[in-house]
């Protein structure tokens, strides 16, 4: 049983071993194998660098081809762009050749733009072989502008009149002419062209404004003459009266025109040539208006006393003027301030010129009534403060301008040099018509003073003084209360007060010189004095000794001559009436108490004969009321 096991353990192990033998010999052949197989790789990754190496250089001379042939093509496009032109250039020179009008406007402005980007093209490819192309690009460019600005011009005169009669649409209140719609439409597509292609400013505008510019000039000229005709004065005492002068029609119609031909232009023009284009076209006509402007001033200087009046209504009407036209146009207001210059100065200096002018002609008066009646210098200079009120809006503008006082002599030195204010003279909430209303009383002082200075020197006694001061201040209140003065003048005449109360002391100096031959100093005993009336003279007469009642007597025989003189040199002198009443009340209420009361004391010393006592009571009242 044993040697059965023992013999097939031995047949298993036998079996096994063979196994292992196989397993080893194909464990072999694997291993050969892989040595065959890493060898072919090492060979193959030798193989596949050579290949690398010679391939690389191939590839990168591949893609250089390639580039320089899409650099070729390019070219070659290039050319055949740049030869476009070249190819053209006589059929866009057939139509420069025909002109806007028979090319039509459209097709002609097409034309000009295809020849620029042509030649825009060849000088960005700055071609050797294109500069002979390019010259006759240039040049047909060159004739294609100025074709399309003598078109522009002719189109435009065309359209443009010479003149036309401004009266028609001033005096009918109408709107002056446009240019057609159709023209604006053509020449606003003209200056869309030359505007966006040009290099400098836009030539257009200046044809504008030559061509406008003539036919504004011309339709204005007439105006512009009969502005300056119709200041000459037929008589050289006239006063100027507000409206008489043409500078109004000048400047209404101006005015018209202005906003009419801004009107165009910003229908033709670009917003930022408007200012410029109306500027340049306005130029002339607004050099003819400063022109007009400085001979109206020359006449105004020439006759400041009765003409200044017309620089006031110059100053408003030129004024109005830059306001509506700026409102309309932001433009001109500068050049308008610049033209009305000189007359506004003149109006400035005329404030106190006028005032010197006033002690200038009461100077001069080599005499003066010698019955106090007043003098034409009182009328015509409250006249004139009266015209002043015609004319208050600019007068206000000036005074403020001024400022309060700035019409008195070196007041000028607050105001500089080109007439604007200086902060010394400026104040923020100055009241024109509060100014012009001190000027006015300053000129009625300036007036009175030099009145009485006169008066002084020409005139004898104080009597005659008094009357003709007494009657300027009446003249002078008159024609404030009778005119438009009163409401600006108005509790601002305090220092007419003054001057009246000063003529009334004058006057009333002779009633005081006969008075003090009412007062006695005759003292009586008071205990017997009797009641007043006839009892009470006879019983003060009684009791004066021979002397007092002489004494009595001379003071009635002085009262008499003095009052009979005094009353006969008041109805001789020329009164107003309200100065006649005004004195005649003063002398009674000074001497009638008096007198009545001298007249009850005294008047028995002549025993009723009246060779004494020239005037009882009632006779002598009678006498005072005829001095009214």
């Not at 284009?277 to 400085?294: G, H, K, S, V, Y």
């Not at 506004?344 to 080599?366: F, N, P, W, Y």
């Not at 006169?454 to 300027?472: D, E, I, P, Q, T």
């Not at 009635?556 to 009979?564: I, R």
Request: hydrophobic share 35%; glycine share 6%; charged share 25%.
């Amino acid at each position: 049983m044993a040697v059965g096991l023992s013999n097939g353990r031995h047949a298993a192990d036998e079996e096994a071993r063979a196994e292992v033998d196989v397993l080893n010999s194909r464990l072999e052949k694997t291993t050969q194998l892989t040595k065959k197989i890493q060898a072919c790789l090492g060979r193959l990754e030798a193989t596949g660098k050579s290949v690398r190496d010679v391939s690389g250089p191939l590839t990168g001379e591949t893609k250089r081809l390639q580039v320089l042939g899409n650099n070729i093509e390019a070219v070659v496009a290039a050319i055949e762009r740049l030869r476009q032109p070249a190819d053209s250039k006589n059929d866009e020179e057939a139509i420069i050749r025909q002109g806007p009008e028979k090319a039509g406007l459209s097709n002609y402005l097409n034309s000009i733009k295809r020849l620029n980007k042509a030649l825009e093209n060849m000088r960005s490819s700055n071609l050797r072989a294109n500069q002979q192309t390019m010259a006759d690009l240039q040049r047909l460019i060159k004739s294609g502008n100025t074709q399309l600005e003598n078109s522009f011009d002719k189109m435009l005169r065309g359209e443009t009149p010479r003149s036309i009669e401004p009266l028609q649409y001033t005096t009918k209140n109408t709107p002056f002419p446009l240019l057609s719609q159709d023209k604006i439409s053509r020449l606003s597509l003209m200056n869309s062209y030359v505007s966006g292609n040009s290099l400098s400013e836009n030539p257009l505008i200046k044809i504008y404004a030559d061509v406008r510019a003539q036919y504004l000039s011309q339709t204005l000229i007439n105006l512009a003459y009969a502005s300056v005709n119709t200041a000459k004065k037929k008589s050289p005492d006239a006063i100027y009266r507000a409206g008489t002068n043409g500078i109004g029609m000048y400047a209404q119609a101006m005015e018209g025109l202005f906003v009419a031909e801004y009107d165009n232009i910003c229908n033709i023009f670009m917003r930022q040539d408007w200012g410029p284009a109306f500027q340049m076209t306005c130029q002339a006509p607004l050099a003819e208006l400063a022109r007009t402007i400085r001979e109206l001033n020359n006449h105004i200087k020439a006759h400041l006393n009765t003409d200044c009046y017309l620089a006031y209504e110059v100053i408003e009407i030129m004024s109005n003027l830059s306001n509506n036209i700026e409102e309309r146009t932001g433009e001109l207001k500068a050049t308008l301030a610049a033209a009305l210059k000189p007359v506004r100065e003149t109006g400035k200096s005329s404030l106190a010129e006028l005032l010197e002018d006033t002690k200038r002609k009461v100077g001069v008066m080599q005499a003066l009534p010698a019955d106090g009646s007043p003098v034409p210098v009182i009328s015509e200079t409250m006249q004139r403060l009266q015209t002043m009120v015609d004319f208050l809006r600019p007068i206000s503008s000036i005074m403020i301008s001024l400022g309060d006082g700035g019409w008195k002599s070196g007041a000028a030195a607050n105001t500089s040099m080109d007439g604007i204010p200086s902060l010394a003279s400026f104040d923020i909430g100055a009241d024109g018509k509060e100014i012009f209303a001190h000027y006015c009383t300053d000129t009625i002082d300036v007036l009175m003073s030099a009145l009485e200075q006169k008066a002084r020197v020409l005139l004898k006694g104080k009597s005659v003084w008094g009357v003709f001061l007494a009657n300027s201040v009446t003249i002078v209140e008159r024609m404030v209360r009778d005119s438009d003065l009163k409401p600006l003048l108005e509790g601002r005449l305090s220092n007419l007060e003054v001057w009246r109360k000063k003529a009334k002391s004058y006057y009333s100096d002779a009633s005081r010189d006969v008075s003090m031959h009412l007062l006695d100093t005759i003292h009586t005993n008071r205990s017997q004095r009797p009641a007043s009336g006839s009892s009470e003279s006879t019983s003060i007469l009684k009791g004066l000794s021979s002397k007092d009642k002489d004494n009595i007597k001379s003071k009635f025989q002085l009262f008499n001559a003095s009052f009979d003189e005094l009353v006969a040199r008041h109805k001789t002198f020329s009164m107003e009436k309200e100065v006649r009443q005004m004195f005649a009340k003063d002398v009674q209420q000074m001497l009638e108490p008096l007198y009545n009361r001298f007249w009850d004391r005294y008047h028995e010393i002549d025993k009723g004969k009246g060779k004494y006592a020239k005037y009882d009571k009632s006779s002598i009242a009678a006498v005072f009321l005829s001095l009214y």
